[in-house]
């Protein structure tokens, strides 16, 4: 029985095609393992719990809420005179195109 059906998908058609660079890899699963995900889900969900500066892989939470938090921190150390240091990661092979004047508004 297989559960799942990994593919190949290009990033940018007009990019060369034989760059593994150029790709990114979507699982599709069979509608009755969603299913069951789901259920698995609303069964434990109350036993799943995140710190609440955990942006990713939530409910009615959005990149935005990550970026306010952000902006709020770093405006509250350097309003009391504190350095503010940061650290980033490069996105650009998990995302096909990441729109950064909108990512740091």
């Given at each position: 029985?297989?559960?799942?059906?990994?593919?190949p998908?290009?990033?940018?058609?007009?990019?060369?095609?034989?760059?593994?660079?150029?790709?990114?890899?979507?699982?599709?699963?069979?509608?009755?393992?969603?299913?069951?995900?789901?259920?698995?889900?609303?069964?434990?969900?109350?036993?799943?719990?995140?710190?609440?500066?955990?942006?990713?892989?939530?409910?009615?939470?959005?990149?935005?809420?990550?970026?306010?938090?952000?902006r709020?921190?770093?405006?509250?150390?350097?309003?009391?005179?504190?350095?503010?240091?940061?650290?980033?990661?490069?996105?650009?092979?998990?995302?096909?195109?990441?729109?950064?004047?909108?990512?740091?508004?």
């Amino acid at each position: 029985m297989q559960v799942s059906q990994t593919v190949p998908l290009i990033k940018d058609k007009t990019g060369n095609v034989n760059d593994v660079n150029n790709y990114r890899i979507i699982t599709l699963s069979a509608v009755i393992s969603k299913l069951f995900e789901m259920v698995v889900l609303f069964m434990c969900d109350k036993y799943l719990v995140s710190d609440p500066l955990q942006f990713g892989f939530k409910r009615n939470i959005e990149c935005s809420d990550a970026i306010f938090t952000l902006r709020c921190t770093i405006e509250h150390f350097t309003w009391h005179g504190g350095s503010v240091y940061a650290a980033s990661l490069d996105i650009k092979k998990a995302f096909a195109t990441v729109h950064h004047y909108k990512l740091y508004m």
